[in-house]
């Protein structure tokens, strides 16, 4: 069985951001990458779920957070995490032989964590996988998360995204995974707050066509109740 990447030992409070440069940086791209989507997400669905304690099993890989997209002589980040994708059959080939650990959200999912984000290195994990039940073992060679029970918003979006020709850039990071700050904008209306110190994710409810186009993404944010009810 493989070694957990992170055994969480805090409670769910205290993985409120630290690092407030890590949105802006973020977002600044963000901004100049949106411009260029073959067309304009539309959302049509948006939720805030409690979820029980889940075990994300997947493909971790770890890279600086520079994803700035308007320099083409950088190495993109997420070069190395569209490869993950590009060679993710055999993750959810194995996943499949675990239908009886799945979840209600068995989506293909690529998973944002900071916990290895500090001064010197400032490096986000990137995990490609799925939410599975908490006591699902780890197929060999693969890594995972432990996830602790946790609010998330999740928000459903269309449009068309060449996901490709994005990984290629690290566009596809940006428009897609990193897009996590209109999910917490709309949390924030019904009462929650980030914590996306835990996880910000993208979910793909149907797999890229035969030329790696999509129509449908979600994308899914830790939060925690802005005023929970006192004990």
Request: proline share 6%; charged share 30%; aromatic share 12%.
């Amino acid at each position: 069985m493989s070694e957990p990447i992170k055994k969480p030992g805090k409670t769910p409070e205290s993985y409120s951001p630290k690092k407030p440069e890590i949105a802006t940086m973020v977002k600044e791209v963000q901004d100049s990458v949106m411009q260029e989507s073959v067309t304009e997400p539309k959302l049509e669905k948006f939720e805030v779920v409690k979820w029980e304690p889940r075990r994300f099993i997947g493909k971790s890989v770890y890279v600086r957070a520079i994803m700035d997209t308007r320099d083409p002589t950088v190495f993109h980040s997420g070069t190395i995490c569209g490869a993950l994708w590009e060679q993710s059959d055999w993750i959810f080939k194995a996943l499949d032989g675990l239908k009886e650990y799945a979840t209600d959200d068995f989506h293909n999912v690529g998973l944002t964590t900071w916990e290895r984000y500090e001064g010197k290195n400032q490096l986000f994990g990137y995990t490609v996988g799925r939410f599975m039940k908490a006591d699902t073992p780890v197929p060999d060679f693969m890594d995972y998360i432990d996830i602790p029970e946790i609010y998330v918003a999740k928000g459903t979006k269309s449009g068309k995204i060449d996901l490709v020709s994005k990984w290629s850039t690290g566009e596809y990071l940006c428009i897609v995974g990193c897009d996590e700050c209109w999910i917490y904008d709309e949390a924030g209306r019904q009462g929650y707050d980030r914590a996306s110190g835990i996880f910000v994710a993208e979910a793909y409810p149907e797999l890229p066509d035969e030329n790696g186009n999509i129509s449908v993404w979600e994308n899914w944010g830790a939060c925690k109740l802005r005023n929970p009810p006192q004990a």
